[in-house]
């Protein structure tokens, strides 16, 4: 009886220093990063970026379906620049280097031939999720951004935008 009371005030002591730590910690949530947002400037050379001309970059993940859904429009994209802007760099990102090699297989089975493919701190550049789409001067100032999925009609839209068709 008495090593179970030994035991027992052991385990009181140890849960009441959890909670005194966890009383500890400040009680507000962290804050997320505001979104990159037209105007922000990016580190052009972290995303390898030419310096040289405009860049269009996608956040992505293989486990996001806003991504699967969006990749006939980044298909189309493509195919467009490669007619009417050569000069467009199409940048995809992922948030992990273990999401590269997933990533790549996804966009070669899309048939979505990027320029690059890299891992980048989504955190760091203000990408809250993906699809996240960001159009960046040759000096990486951010020209304009779309997030979320893109079906045919957005698609549509976005490739008015950057004077593609």
Sequence with gaps: ???ALKVGGAVVIAVLGVVAALSL????PAVPPEPVAVGDELPIE???LDGEH????VALSPDCQHCTDSMPFLRELVFA????????QVVALVADDGDLGRESTALAT???PVDNLLAADFEELGIPGTPYLVLVDPSGRV??????SVDAER???ILAELGLR
């Design 1 to 3: 009886m008495a090593n």
């Design 25 to 28: 910690r400040d009680p507000r």
């Design 46 to 48: 972290e995303l390898e």
């Design 54 to 57: 405009h860049a269009f970059l």
């Design 81 to 88: 620049r490669n007619l009417e802007r050569p000069a467009l």
């Design 110 to 112: 899309a048939g979505v």
């Design 143 to 148: 020209e304009a951004v779309w997030r979320g």
């Design 155 to 157: 698609g549509a839209g």
